[in-house]
Protein backbone atom coordinates (compact mmCIF):
# COMPACT_ATOMS: atom_id res chain seq x y z
CA UNK A 1 0.00 0.00 0.00
CA UNK A 2 1.71 3.16 -1.14
CA UNK A 3 -1.56 6.00 -0.70
CA UNK A 4 0.99 8.54 0.95
CA UNK A 5 1.71 11.34 3.54
CA UNK A 6 0.28 14.48 4.03
CA UNK A 7 -1.69 15.42 0.68
CA UNK A 8 -1.82 11.89 -0.50
CA UNK A 9 -5.61 12.41 -0.87
CA UNK A 10 -5.39 14.04 -3.79
CA UNK A 11 -6.41 11.89 -5.56
CA UNK A 12 -7.33 12.13 -9.15
CA UNK A 13 -9.49 9.38 -11.44
CA UNK A 14 -12.51 7.24 -11.22
CA UNK A 15 -14.75 7.68 -8.29
CA UNK A 16 -15.11 4.65 -6.19
CA UNK A 17 -19.19 4.56 -5.16
CA UNK A 18 -18.75 1.30 -3.49
CA UNK A 19 -16.67 -1.54 -2.26
CA UNK A 20 -16.99 -3.32 -5.37
CA UNK A 21 -16.08 -0.86 -7.41
CA UNK A 22 -13.07 -1.69 -9.21
CA UNK A 23 -12.42 1.35 -11.59
CA UNK A 24 -10.75 3.70 -9.51
CA UNK A 25 -6.93 4.62 -9.89
CA UNK A 26 -5.03 7.24 -7.86
CA UNK A 27 -2.31 9.63 -8.68
CA UNK A 28 -0.01 11.85 -6.26
CA UNK A 29 2.89 14.06 -6.61
CA UNK A 30 4.73 15.55 -3.82
CA UNK A 31 6.95 18.68 -3.32
CA UNK A 32 10.20 16.98 -3.84
CA UNK A 33 8.39 15.35 -6.88
CA UNK A 34 8.37 11.91 -4.91
CA UNK A 35 4.73 10.78 -6.32
CA UNK A 36 2.73 7.52 -6.46
CA UNK A 37 0.20 5.85 -8.76
CA UNK A 38 -2.19 2.79 -8.52
CA UNK A 39 -5.03 1.12 -7.56
CA UNK A 40 -7.59 2.37 -4.68
CA UNK A 41 -9.51 -0.34 -3.01
CA UNK A 42 -11.53 -0.82 0.09
CA UNK A 43 -10.06 -3.26 2.53
CA UNK A 44 -10.64 -3.88 6.22
CA UNK A 45 -7.61 -2.39 8.42
CA UNK A 46 -6.75 -3.27 11.81
CA UNK A 47 -5.09 -1.23 14.77
CA UNK A 48 -4.05 -1.92 17.90
CA UNK A 49 -5.06 -0.01 20.74
CA UNK A 50 -4.48 0.64 24.49
CA UNK A 51 -7.36 -1.54 25.44
CA UNK A 52 -5.51 -4.48 24.22
CA UNK A 53 -7.94 -5.14 22.14
CA UNK A 54 -7.43 -4.96 17.95
CA UNK A 55 -9.72 -1.73 16.30
CA UNK A 56 -11.10 -3.51 12.82
CA UNK A 57 -12.23 -0.54 10.53
CA UNK A 58 -14.56 -2.16 7.64
CA UNK A 59 -13.96 -0.32 4.10
CA UNK A 60 -11.19 1.42 4.52
CA UNK A 61 -10.09 3.09 1.25
CA UNK A 62 -6.77 2.31 0.72
CA UNK A 63 -4.15 2.98 -2.13
CA UNK A 64 -2.23 0.13 -3.85
CA UNK A 65 0.70 2.09 -5.23
CA UNK A 66 2.46 0.37 -8.43
CA UNK A 67 4.17 3.16 -10.07
CA UNK A 68 5.77 4.82 -7.04
CA UNK A 69 9.13 6.89 -7.00
CA UNK A 70 10.86 8.72 -4.63
CA UNK A 71 10.23 8.70 -0.82
CA UNK A 72 7.05 6.10 -1.79
CA UNK A 73 9.28 2.92 -2.11
CA UNK A 74 7.36 1.06 0.68
CA UNK A 75 4.45 0.89 2.69
CA UNK A 76 2.96 4.38 3.52
CA UNK A 77 -0.01 6.13 4.65
CA UNK A 78 -2.44 9.34 4.16
CA UNK A 79 -2.43 11.55 6.85
CA UNK A 80 -3.72 14.53 5.45
CA UNK A 81 -7.03 17.06 5.89
CA UNK A 82 -8.81 15.86 2.86
CA UNK A 83 -11.94 13.54 2.62
CA UNK A 84 -10.43 10.09 2.47
CA UNK A 85 -6.94 10.35 4.63
CA UNK A 86 -6.60 7.95 7.36
CA UNK A 87 -7.24 10.48 9.83
CA UNK A 88 -10.82 11.46 8.59
CA UNK A 89 -11.20 7.96 7.58
CA UNK A 90 -10.68 7.23 11.52
CA UNK A 91 -13.19 9.69 12.40
CA UNK A 92 -14.68 10.23 15.98
CA UNK A 93 -12.89 7.50 18.03
CA UNK A 94 -9.92 9.32 17.73
CA UNK A 95 -11.31 13.07 17.83
CA UNK A 96 -8.75 14.29 15.35
CA UNK A 97 -5.56 13.59 17.11
CA UNK A 98 -2.61 12.05 15.80
CA UNK A 99 1.57 11.76 16.37
CA UNK A 100 4.35 10.56 14.79
CA UNK A 101 8.23 10.54 15.59
CA UNK A 102 10.35 10.09 12.69
CA UNK A 103 13.65 7.91 13.01
CA UNK A 104 17.00 9.19 11.89
CA UNK A 105 18.43 7.92 9.08
CA UNK A 106 20.92 6.35 10.64
CA UNK A 107 18.20 4.08 12.34
CA UNK A 108 18.26 1.61 9.02
CA UNK A 109 15.81 -1.09 9.77
CA UNK A 110 13.68 0.01 12.41
CA UNK A 111 10.50 1.66 12.32
CA UNK A 112 9.04 5.16 12.85
CA UNK A 113 5.91 5.00 15.05
CA UNK A 114 2.46 6.50 15.47
CA UNK A 115 -0.43 6.82 17.89
CA UNK A 116 -4.29 8.19 17.71
CA UNK A 117 -6.64 9.51 20.12
CA UNK A 118 -5.61 10.71 23.46
CA UNK A 119 -2.75 8.21 23.64
CA UNK A 120 -1.34 11.36 20.53
CA UNK A 121 -1.41 14.33 22.97
CA UNK A 122 2.40 15.37 23.24
CA UNK A 123 3.29 17.33 26.10
CA UNK A 124 5.47 17.90 29.05
CA UNK A 125 8.98 19.51 29.19
CA UNK A 126 10.15 20.93 25.96
CA UNK A 127 6.70 21.30 24.00
CA UNK A 128 6.17 24.19 21.96
CA UNK A 129 2.39 24.12 20.15
CA UNK A 130 1.77 26.44 16.76
CA UNK A 131 -1.42 27.12 15.78
CA UNK A 132 -2.75 25.09 12.27
CA UNK A 133 -4.53 27.60 10.35
CA UNK A 134 -7.54 26.37 7.24
CA UNK A 135 -6.51 27.04 4.14
CA UNK A 136 -7.39 25.21 0.91
CA UNK A 137 -6.70 23.10 -0.18
CA UNK A 138 -7.61 21.58 3.19
CA UNK A 139 -5.09 18.46 2.20
CA UNK A 140 -2.01 20.51 3.66
CA UNK A 141 -1.27 21.31 6.76
CA UNK A 142 -0.61 24.95 6.78
CA UNK A 143 1.29 26.73 9.68
CA UNK A 144 2.87 30.11 9.91
CA UNK A 145 6.62 30.92 9.63
CA UNK A 146 8.15 33.89 11.23
CA UNK A 147 12.07 33.53 10.69
CA UNK A 148 14.27 30.84 10.71
CA UNK A 149 17.78 31.22 12.89
CA UNK A 150 21.10 30.48 12.23
CA UNK A 151 23.12 30.55 15.61
CA UNK A 152 22.10 34.45 16.98
CA UNK A 153 21.11 35.63 13.07
CA UNK A 154 17.53 35.89 12.63
CA UNK A 155 16.29 36.03 9.15
CA UNK A 156 12.81 37.30 8.89
CA UNK A 157 10.83 35.60 6.88
CA UNK A 158 8.45 38.33 4.78
CA UNK A 159 7.72 36.85 1.68
CA UNK A 160 4.42 34.72 1.27
CA UNK A 161 4.14 31.16 -0.41
CA UNK A 162 0.30 30.90 -0.30
CA UNK A 163 -0.79 35.08 -0.49
CA UNK A 164 -0.77 35.43 3.33
CA UNK A 165 1.13 36.22 6.50
CA UNK A 166 -0.77 33.40 8.44
CA UNK A 167 0.08 30.24 7.12
CA UNK A 168 2.60 30.54 4.72
CA UNK A 169 4.32 27.02 4.99
CA UNK A 170 3.21 23.42 4.82
CA UNK A 171 4.63 20.78 7.42
CA UNK A 172 4.53 17.63 5.30
CA UNK A 173 6.10 14.26 6.41
CA UNK A 174 5.97 12.71 2.75
CA UNK A 175 8.63 15.68 1.56
CA UNK A 176 12.22 15.11 2.30
CA UNK A 177 14.11 18.37 2.39
CA UNK A 178 12.56 21.83 3.78
CA UNK A 179 11.89 24.17 0.66
CA UNK A 180 11.69 28.00 0.83
CA UNK A 181 11.07 30.72 -1.50
CA UNK A 182 15.07 31.09 -3.44
CA UNK A 183 15.12 34.88 -2.00
CA UNK A 184 14.44 33.78 1.57
CA UNK A 185 17.03 30.25 1.04
CA UNK A 186 19.26 32.65 -0.28
CA UNK A 187 19.67 34.68 2.79
CA UNK A 188 19.48 30.81 4.98
CA UNK A 189 22.66 29.40 3.36
CA UNK A 190 24.60 32.60 3.65
CA UNK A 191 23.95 32.44 7.32
CA UNK A 192 24.98 29.27 7.03
CA UNK A 193 27.78 29.43 5.38
CA UNK A 194 29.31 32.02 7.09
CA UNK A 195 29.24 30.33 10.84
CA UNK A 196 30.71 27.27 9.48
CA UNK A 197 33.87 26.50 8.85
CA UNK A 198 33.58 23.19 7.23
CA UNK A 199 35.44 22.88 3.97
CA UNK A 200 32.95 22.93 0.95
CA UNK A 201 32.39 20.31 -1.25
CA UNK A 202 29.97 19.54 -4.40
CA UNK A 203 27.07 17.86 -3.81
CA UNK A 204 24.85 15.82 -6.04
CA UNK A 205 21.77 17.98 -7.96
CA UNK A 206 19.07 19.65 -5.94
CA UNK A 207 21.83 20.30 -2.86
CA UNK A 208 23.32 23.97 -3.00
CA UNK A 209 25.34 23.86 -0.08
CA UNK A 210 27.65 21.06 1.24
CA UNK A 211 30.86 20.21 2.91
CA UNK A 212 33.35 17.39 3.64
CA UNK A 213 32.20 15.16 6.01
CA UNK A 214 34.32 12.42 6.74
CA UNK A 215 33.91 12.74 10.14
CA UNK A 216 31.13 13.78 12.40
CA UNK A 217 30.21 17.17 12.73
CA UNK A 218 28.20 20.01 14.25
CA UNK A 219 26.91 22.52 12.49
CA UNK A 220 25.67 25.83 14.24
CA UNK A 221 22.11 26.01 15.44
CA UNK A 222 19.47 26.71 13.60
CA UNK A 223 15.81 27.63 14.99
CA UNK A 224 12.77 27.65 13.08
CA UNK A 225 10.30 30.36 14.52
CA UNK A 226 6.81 29.20 13.99
CA UNK A 227 3.89 31.31 15.29
CA UNK A 228 4.04 30.96 19.33
CA UNK A 229 6.53 28.09 19.25
CA UNK A 230 10.36 28.52 18.73
CA UNK A 231 11.89 24.18 17.53
CA UNK A 232 15.60 24.16 18.15
CA UNK A 233 17.00 22.18 15.38
CA UNK A 234 19.51 19.64 15.76
CA UNK A 235 22.53 18.59 13.09
CA UNK A 236 20.76 15.58 12.02
CA UNK A 237 18.04 17.93 10.71
CA UNK A 238 19.89 20.63 9.39
CA UNK A 239 22.56 18.61 6.78
CA UNK A 240 22.04 15.14 5.68
CA UNK A 241 24.83 12.73 4.11
CA UNK A 242 24.73 12.02 0.70
CA UNK A 243 28.00 10.01 0.46
CA UNK A 244 30.47 8.67 2.92
CA UNK A 245 32.49 11.79 2.50
CA UNK A 246 30.22 14.89 1.92
CA UNK A 247 26.71 16.38 3.90
CA UNK A 248 24.56 18.51 2.76
CA UNK A 249 22.23 21.65 4.03
CA UNK A 250 18.63 19.54 4.16
CA UNK A 251 17.29 23.16 3.21
CA UNK A 252 16.61 24.22 -0.42
CA UNK A 253 15.12 27.09 -2.78
CA UNK A 254 12.01 26.72 -4.69
CA UNK A 255 9.43 28.74 -6.40
CA UNK A 256 6.04 29.47 -4.91
CA UNK A 257 6.18 27.09 -2.23
CA UNK A 258 7.30 26.52 1.10
CA UNK A 259 7.31 23.10 3.18
CA UNK A 260 8.82 22.21 6.23
CA UNK A 261 10.25 18.60 5.63
CA UNK A 262 10.96 15.51 7.34
CA UNK A 263 13.93 15.76 7.90
CA UNK A 264 13.45 18.61 10.05
CA UNK A 265 10.92 16.76 11.82
CA UNK A 266 13.35 13.73 12.97
CA UNK A 267 14.16 12.84 16.52
CA UNK A 268 10.02 15.14 17.78
CA UNK A 269 7.51 13.97 18.52
CA UNK A 270 5.02 16.20 16.47
CA UNK A 271 1.21 15.99 17.25
CA UNK A 272 -1.84 17.31 15.46
CA UNK A 273 -4.60 17.96 17.25
CA UNK A 274 -6.86 19.06 13.96
CA UNK A 275 -9.69 20.03 16.53
CA UNK A 276 -7.93 22.66 18.56
CA UNK A 277 -5.96 23.53 15.44
CA UNK A 278 -2.68 22.87 16.95
CA UNK A 279 0.59 21.33 15.90
CA UNK A 280 3.13 20.13 19.12
CA UNK A 281 6.96 19.58 18.95
CA UNK A 282 8.76 17.78 21.31
CA UNK A 283 12.32 17.11 21.15
CA UNK A 284 12.31 12.91 21.46
CA UNK A 285 14.69 10.17 21.14
CA UNK A 286 12.08 8.65 18.68
CA UNK A 287 14.48 5.22 19.05
CA UNK A 288 13.16 4.76 22.44
CA UNK A 289 9.34 6.60 21.92
Not at 73 to 92: F, H, M, P, R, T
Not at 198 to 214: D, E, K, M, S, T
Not at 241 to 259: E, G, L, R, W
Request: hydrophobic share 35%; with cysteine; charged share 15%.
Amino acid sequence: MSCSSNSCENIQGGTCASPTDTSCIYSVTYGDNSFSKGDIAYDILTLGSTTGQAVALPDTIIGCGNNNAGTFSGKAIGLGGGEISLINQLGSPINGKFSYCLLPMTQIGKSSKMNFGSNAIVSGPGTVSTPLIEKSPTTFYFLTLKAISVGTQRIEFKGSSFGTDEGNIVIDSGTTLTLLPSDFYSQLESAMDSQFNGIRAQGPQGFNLCYVAIQEFEAPEVTVHFANADVKLKTLNTFVKVDDSTACFAFSPAQNIAIYGNLAQMNFLIGYDTKSQTVSFKPTDCSKN
